[in-house]
């Protein structure tokens, strides 16, 4: 166990999942710029995030749910495989994968709405219907 480092994780991963580790490291850095870039035009526009975190949660959980129950097709299996408290704690656990991503994307594209003053609010839609 004294040889297990990052780096021996780092080629394990890049033997297992050869050119989609690549991928999804690419993937990440893209998520965390673009969560960086919002949350800091929120801030130059002195706009709250709560509103785009709220969203981003709620798209996270729903896409939680959604995906707890298509995590047997991953692996071929039947939807009958989830048995036990254990199955459906892991089925949870990967799918929170696929729901990060929607919740990072959720963020970005609210953060960037709310600091833009293109959201819709209810003083915004009142006054574009009186004109």
């Known amino acids: 166990?004294?040889?297990?480092?990052?780096?021996?994780v780092f080629y394990i991963l890049s033997e297992s999942l050869g050119i989609?580790?690549?991928?999804?490291?690419?993937?990440a850095l893209a998520l965390?710029?673009?969560?960086t870039y919002a949350a800091l035009r929120l801030r130059?526009?002195?706009?709250?995030p709560a509103r785009p975190l709220v969203m981003a949660?709620?798209?996270g959980v729903l896409t939680t749910a959604i995906f707890?129950?298509?995590?047997?097709?991953?692996?071929?299996?039947?939807?009958?495989?989830?048995?036990?408290?254990?199955?459906?704690?892991?089925?949870?656990?990967f799918s929170m994968v696929p729901a990060?991503?929607?919740?990072?994307?959720?963020f970005?594209?609210?953060?960037?709405?709310?600091?833009?003053?293109m959201a819709r609010t209810s003083k915004n839609l009142v006054g574009a219907i009186k004109g």
Do not use: K
């Not at 965390?32 to 969560?35: D, E, K, R, S």
């Not at 970005?108 to 003053?117: K, M, P, T, V, Y």
């Open 1 to 8: 166990m004294s040889d297990f480092s990052p780096v021996v």
């Open 20 to 27: 989609w580790l690549w991928i999804v490291l690419a993937l």
């Open 32 to 35: 965390l710029v673009g969560i």
């Open 44 to 48: 130059a526009a002195d706009r709250s």
């Open 57 to 59: 949660a709620i798209a």
């Open 68 to 93: 707890t129950f298509l995590v047997p097709g991953w692996s071929h299996a039947e939807i009958s495989a989830l048995n036990g408290p254990v199955d459906y704690v892991f089925a949870i656990l």
């Open 100 to 106: 990060g991503i929607v919740a990072a994307l959720v």
């Open 108 to 117: 970005i594209i609210a953060g960037l709405r709310c600091a833009s003053g």
